[in-house]
C-alpha cells in the first residue's frame, strides 16, 4: 500500500463546483474522473473513474448518489449497477473494479492524489 | 383394462369446470374424455362477457390455462355441434361421425328466448349470450344510432349497458311493470329505473310487443300492444334463457314440464349412464341460472365419478351487480315470501338509496334482502343469510346509515370457518384459512390456491379482510417498504409528505428513514415533492434526487449524449416552428426522428450542447417537452372536425387544451393521452392512459391503457361528458394515481391492483365515494398554475446551467465519442 503523504497532489477544481449530494466529472491528462460531495459523510469528497465498464459510455459521474447496507455508492445511470464509493467495487458484478483515487479538500481547492490508482486517501 | 369413455357435450363454464375437476381426481386415469363444443372458442367467462366490449379479447375472457385441452386422456372438438343421442346404441352422433361412450355428461346451458314476435329476424332479433352474439351485435351497431333490449333483467340492463358503450341511444323495454323483478321488489324497481334513466338509459315499462315493421327515422318500429311506437336501429333479445335440453328431449330423457333435463343429487339424468350439470339441468323443480350452482353441480359429479360420497343440495341465488356506477343487490328470499316474515325498509330519496331486510318472524334470521345504490351492506348481510348468523337486537340496525347506533360491518373475524366467502367457486372461510397455514401470504397466493374471487370477483373486498386479518393474527408483517431507507409505501410517503407538509428528501430522510437514500428512493420522493409542491426540479435540495434524464432534461443515450424533444401540443405544429426545428437539428447535427407521440426527437446532444440548443429552441417558441419525465408525455390527436369530414369535434382543440393543463405534472410513471375526433379512433385513444373519443354529444373517456411490452386496452370510463366534466374527471383520475399509484406503476396495472378495479375508480371520481373529489381537483390546479417550463428556468439561471460541462475543469467535449453516418445522419459507432 501507498503512502497517501507521497502523493503527489494536484488541484483539480474549485470546492464551489461540486454539487452537495452528487456529481461532476473532471479531466486529467486524458483521464475522465467522476467526483462525489456527500457532505459529512466519510472523506466528504470520492474520486471514481468517469467509465461506465458496462455501458461503455462515460457517464459514472452523472448516476444517483446513496448508500447500500451502510456503504456510499453510486448508481449506473444506463443499467443501474451500484459501485461503492470508497473503492470503486461493483456490487452487482463483484468482478468489475471502477479505478478510484484518493482525493482531498485543501481549503477551497479540490485535490487529487495521482500515481496511485488503486487506494484512497482515507 | 382398457380405458372407459367418457364425452362431454357443452364446452362452457360448467363443462370446463366438469373437465379440470374430474381430471384432477384418480378416476380421470381410466377414463379417456372426448369434449364437444358447439361454438368455435374454447371454454370462456361468460359471466364476464361484456367485457369483451371493454377491451378483453377472446383470449383473455378463456377459462383453460394454455395447453390444457392437450394433455393425455382428454380430446376436445370445437365447432361440433352433437345432434343426437343413440341411448341404445350409447354413442353420440355428430354431423363428422358417431361416437362411443359409456358415461355421458350434458353441459349444453342454456338459449336466450326470442318471443315469436313478427318481424324479429336479422338486426332486430340479436341475442346476448356467446362472443359470436356480441360480434353481430357490434356489427350492427356500428351501422346504427339506437338501440332497444326486449327485457329488463339483469342480462337486459347488462345488455343495454353495452349498447350504450358501443355509442348507441339506448332503450329497454319491458313487459312487467318494474325493472328485474325476479330479485327486487316493486319500490327497489321504481328506484333503479330512475337512476338508470338518469345515465342516459330510456325505461319503458308494461309494454308488450305487438310486432317489428320497417321504420321512419330508423331501421325498424316496435309497436306495442298500447298503440305506442319505437324507433330503433337493432333490437337485443334479452327476455330470459331456456335450458338447451333438446338432445334429452330427442333421446327420451326424463324433462321438467317447462322444460330442464330432470337429474337427481348426483346429477344423474333418467338414464343412469347420462348425466346433466349446469343451466340445462333441473334438480328439485329448479333451474340455476347462474354459474356458481352449476359449478357446484361440476363438483359434485367429479367427486361421485370419483367414488366420494358427494351431493348437489341447492344453491344461493343472490346477486349483486353494478351498472354504470349503479349497484344493485339482492339476496335469498328478497320478495318476503316466506309466511309471517318480518320486513324492514329504508330509503332515501336524497341520495338514491333503498335497503330492505326480510327477517324470520323471531327476528333472529334473515331470510332475505334488497338494495339499491349502494352494495356496501352486501357482503355483511349476505354472511347474516348464508350462515344463519343471528342478527343483532335491532336488525335494521344493519341498513341504517352509518351513525351512532348502526351496528358495525361484520368483521371477518366474526365469521365462522363454514362461512362460504366466494360462491362461484364455492370457498369457504376455512379454506382459506387452510391456504395461509399452508404458506400463502398475500391475497394473489389465496386465490392461486383456492380460486376463491376467480369468478365473478364480488367477494374481493371480503377475501382482502380476511386474508389480512388471518395474517394479522398470525404476527405476519407484510413488507412493502420502498428501499432499505424507508419502510414505507410510496402511497404512504406521499401522504407523509403531504400531510406533514415535508419539502424535501434530507427532512423526509431525517424524520422517516434512514442511511442517505438511493436510486430507488430519491427520484420517488423527488417525483412526490414535485407532485405536491412543484418547486423546480433544480431546485438545490432536490438536484440530486433526479435520475440523470431529469437532471439534465433530456434522455440520456446509450453513448452518454442525450436526445431533446421539445413540446408539439396534440402534435400541431407550424411550418415556421418545423423549420426551426430543423434548423437547430441542422447545427447541431442531431440524428432527427418523429416519434409515435406525434413529436420531433433529437439524438446526439452532449452536455456542453443542450444549453445552446435549448437556448435557440425557446427563442422560437418552444417548450420542455418532459420527454426525460415520469410524467405527462404526449396528448395524440386527430385532426377531427377542423378538417376531417368524419370528425364530429374538435380533437386537436381539446388535445391542445389537455396537454397544456397537465404538462409537467409528475406522477409515479409517465402518462400518455390521445384524443379522437370520432369513433373511427384514429388517434388510438384506447392504447392510452388517459383515452378521450369524441360523441356527436361530448366526448367518451377511456382510462387507465397502455402500449409497450404488455399492452392493455383502456377502459370507457364515463360516456358524452361536457368539456368541464371531461376535465373533472381527467383531474381526479390522475391526481387519485399520484396520490395512490406505486412507484414505477403504469395506470393500468395501478387500477388493476385497486381493490375493485374500474367500479372501484369510477365511484371514487364520479360518486366522490371517499369524499377526496375537491381535495383532488384542488391539487391538481395547484399544479396547473404553478407550472413553469424547466429548461426555460434554467436557461436564465447561471447557477443552473452549472453541471451541463462535460469536465468541470475543461472546455471540451467528452474525447470517446466516436459517430458513423448512416442514411445521411450520424448515429452511434
Ligand atoms: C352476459 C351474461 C352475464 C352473466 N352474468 C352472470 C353473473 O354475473 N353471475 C352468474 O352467476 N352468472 C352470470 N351469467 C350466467 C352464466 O354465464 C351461466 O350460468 C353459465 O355460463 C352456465 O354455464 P353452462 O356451462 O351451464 O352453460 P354455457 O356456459 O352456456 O355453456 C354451454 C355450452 O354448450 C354448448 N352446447 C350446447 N348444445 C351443444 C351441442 N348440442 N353440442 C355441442 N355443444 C353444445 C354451447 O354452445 C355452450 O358453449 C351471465 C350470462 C351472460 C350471458
Not at chain 2, 66 to 89: K, S
Request: net charge negative.
Amino acid at each position: 500500500m501507498s503512502n497517501p503523504t507521497e502523493l503527489e497532489w494536484l488541484s483539480l477544481c474549485d470546492k464551489d463546483d461540486l454539487i452537495p449530494g452528487s456529481g461532476i466529472a473532471a479531466w486529467l491528462d486524458g483521464e475522465q474522473i467522476a467526483l462525489f460531495y456527500l457532505p459529512g459523510i466519510g472523506n466528504e469528497v470520492f474520486a471514481l473513474s468517469n467509465h461506465d465498464p458496462i455501458a461503455n459510455a462515460n457517464v459514472i459521474a452523472r448516476g444517483i448518489t446513496g448508500s447500500l447496507e451502510q456503504q456510499p455508492v453510486v448508481a449506473s445511470p444506463l443499467y443501474k449497477q451500484h459501485y461503492r464509493l470508497d473503492d470503486g467495487s461493483c456490487l452487482e458484478q463483484p468482478e468489475l473494479t471502477l479505478k478510484c483515487w484518493p482525493v482531498r479538500l485543501s481549503g477551497n481547492r479540490v485535490e487529487i492524489g495521482s500515481d496511485s490508482p488503486q487506494v484512497n486517501a482515507a | 383394462m382398457s380405458k372407459q369413455q367418457m364425452i362431454v357435450i357443452g364446452n362452457g363454464m360448467v363443462g370446463h369446470h366438469f373437465v379440470e375437476q374430474f381430471l384432477a381426481s384418480d378416476a380421470a386415469a381410466d377414463y379417456q374424455l372426448t369434449v364437444f363444443g358447439e361454438e368455435p372458442h374454447v371454454a370462456y367467462d361468460r359471466v364476464h362477457l361484456s367485457d369483451y366490449f371493454n377491451g378483453s379479447d377472446a383470449d383473455a375472457l378463456c377459462l383453460a390455462k394454455p395447453g390444457f385441452y392437450d394433455q393425455d386422456g382428454v380430446t376436445l372438438q370445437l365447432d361440433e355441434q352433437v345432434t343426437g343421442i343413440d341411448r341404445d346404441a350409447k354413442q353420440v352422433i355428430t354431423p363428422k361421425g358417431r361416437y362411443d361412450y359409456d358415461t355421458l355428461v350434458l353441459a349444453t346451458g342454456s338459449y336466450p328466448f326470442v318471443p315469436p314476435i313478427p318481424g324479429n329476424d336479422n338486426e332486430a332479433g340479436l341475442v346476448y349470450r356467446t362472443l359470436d352474439d356480441l360480434d353481430a351485435i357490434r356489427d350492427a351497431a356500428a351501422r346504427s344510432k339506437i338501440g332497444v333490449v326486449v327485457g329488463g333483467g339483469l342480462l337486459g340492463l347488462e345488455a343495454a349497458n353495452a349498447l350504450k358503450s358501443l355509442g348507441l341511444k339506448a332503450h329497454v323495454v319491458e313487459f312487467a311493470p318494474q325493472l328485474m323483478g325476479v330479485q327486487l321488489d316493486g319500490e327497489a324497481g321504481e328506484l333503479l329505473k330512475s337512476k338508470i334513466e338518469d345515465l342516459g338509459v330510456t325505461v319503458h315499462c308494461s309494454k308488450a310487443t305487438q310486432q317489428i315493421v320497417a321504420g321512419d327515422s330508423c331501421r325498424y318500429k316496435m309497436e306495442f300492444s298500447d298503440g305506442e311506437a319505437l324507433e330503433t336501429d337493432l333490437i337485443v333479445f334479452s327476455a330470459g334463457i331456456r335450458p338447451q335440453d333438446a338432445l334429452g328431449r330427442e333421446s327420451g330423457l326424463e324433462l321438467g314440464e317447462r322444460g330442464g333435463i330432470v337429474i337427481d343429487s348426483q346429477c344423474r339424468t333418467s338414464d343412469e349412464s347420462i348425466y346433466a350439470i349446469g343451466e340445462c339441468a333441473l334438480w328439485n323443480g329448479q333451474i340455476f341460472g347462474l354459474v356458481a350452482p352449476g359449478y357446484t353441480m361440476a363438483k359434485t359429479l367429479a367427486a361421485y365419478l370419483n367414488d366420494e360420497a358427494a351431493g348437489f343440495t341447492g344453491a344461493d341465488m343472490s346477486t349483486k351487480l353494478k351498472l354504470l356506477g349503479v349497484d344493485v343487490g339482492s339476496i335469498g328470499d328478497a320478495h318476503g315470501r316466506t309466511p309471517e316474515a318480518l320486513i324492514y325498509k329504508y330509503s332515501n330519496q336524497a341520495e338514491g338509496t333503498y335497503r330492505k331486510l326480510v327477517v324470520s318472524p323471531d327476528n333472529k334470521q334473515l331470510l332475505g334482502a334488497v338494495l339499491v345504490g349502494d352494495n356496501s351492506y352486501y357482503d355483511t348481510l349476505l354472511q347474516y343469510a348464508l350462515n344463519g348468523l343471528e342478527l343483532p337486537e335491532q336488525p335494521d340496525s344493519l341498513i341504517l346509515p352509518a351513525m351512532e347506533g348502526a351496528a358495525p360491518a361484520l368483521g371477518a373475524d366474526a365469521l365462522p370457518e363454514t362461512a362460504t366467502i366466494c360462491s362461484c367457486l364455492n370457498v369457504t372461510k376455512g379454506q382459506i384459512v387452510e391456504a395461509i397455514d399452508a404458506g400463502a401470504v398475500t391475497v394473489a397466493d389465496v386465490k392461486e390456491v383456492t380460486a376463491a374471487s376467480t369468478g365473478c370477483g364480488g367477494c374481493a373486498a371480503l377475501l382482502k379482510n380476511v386474508v389480512d386479518s388471518e395474517l394479522e393474527q398470525r404476527g405476519v408483517e407484510i413488507s412493502n417498504d420502498l428501499c432499505e431507507h424507508f419502510a414505507y409505501s410510496r402511497e404512504e410517503l406521499y401522504h407523509l409528505v403531504r400531510v406533514e407538509g415535508i419539502a424535501s428528501f434530507d427532512e423526509l430522510l431525517k424524520r422517516y428513514g434512514k442511511g442517505l437514500g438511493c436510486d430507488i428512493c430519491k427520484p420517488t420522493v423527488g417525483s412526490i415533492l414535485a407532485s405536491c409542491w412543484n418547486d423546480h426540479i433544480h431546485e438545490l435540495p432536490h438536484v440530486g434526487l433526479q435520475d440523470t434524464n431529469d437532471t439534465f432534461m433530456a434522455n440520456m443515450q446509450k453513448n452518454g449524449t442525450y436526445s431533446v424533444v421539445p413540446r408539439v401540443p396534440g402534435g400541431e405544429i407550424t411550418p415556421k416552428q418545423l423549420i426551426a426545428l430543423g434548423m437547430v437539428a441542422d447545427k447541431y447535427q442531431l440524428y432527427t426522428k418523429i416519434t409515435g407521440g406525434q413529436r420531433v426527437d433529437l439524438f446526439g446532444a452532449t452536455l456542453n450542447q443542450l444549453p445552446l440548443i435549448w437556448g435557440e429552441l425557446i427563442d422560437a417558441g418552444f417548450e420542455t417537452g418532459h420527454a426525460y419525465g415520469k410524467s405527462l408525455r404526449t396528448v395524440k390527436s386527430c385532426v377531427g372536425s377542423t378538417w376531417c369530414r368524419y370528425g364530429v369535434q374538435d380533437s386537436v382543440g381539446m388535445a391542445i387544451r389537455l396537454e397544456n393543463r397537465y404538462k409537467g405534472l409528475r406522477a409515479p410513471h409517465k402518462i400518455k393521452f390521445a384524443v379522437s375526433g370520432c369513433t373511427r379512433e384514429c388517434a388510438e385513444a384506447q392504447s392510452k392512459d388517459i383515452g378521450v373519443i369524441a360523441t356527436d354529444k361530448g366526448w367518451n373517456l377511456y382510462v387507465c391503457g397502455n402500449g409497450g411490452m404488455k399492452p392493455r386496452h383502456a377502459d370507457l370510463f364515463a360516456t358524452d361528458l361536457d368539456d368541464a366534466t371531461l376535465i373533472q374527471y381527467i383531474d381526479r383520475v390522475l391526481m387519485f394515481y399520484i396520490k395512490t399509484g406505486d412507484r414505477l406503476q403504469r395506470t393500468s396495472v395501478w387500477m388493476e391492483n385497486l381493490e375493485g378495479g374500474l367500479a372501484y375508480l369510477q365511484d371514487v371520481v364520479i360518486n366522490d365515494s371517499l369524499g377526496l373529489g375537491q381535495q383532488l381537483e384542488q391539487q391538481m390546479e395547484h399544479v396547473v398554475a404553478t407550472y413553469q417550463c424547466e429548461w426555460k428556468s434554467a436557461i436564465n439561471d447561471p447557477e443552473k446551467l452549472k453541471r451541463f460541462r462535460q469536465f468541470v475543469n475543461d472546455e471540451r467535449e467528452d474525447p470517446d465519442l466516436q459517430v458513423v453516418e448512416v442514411r445521411d445522419q450520424l448515429i452511434p459507432a
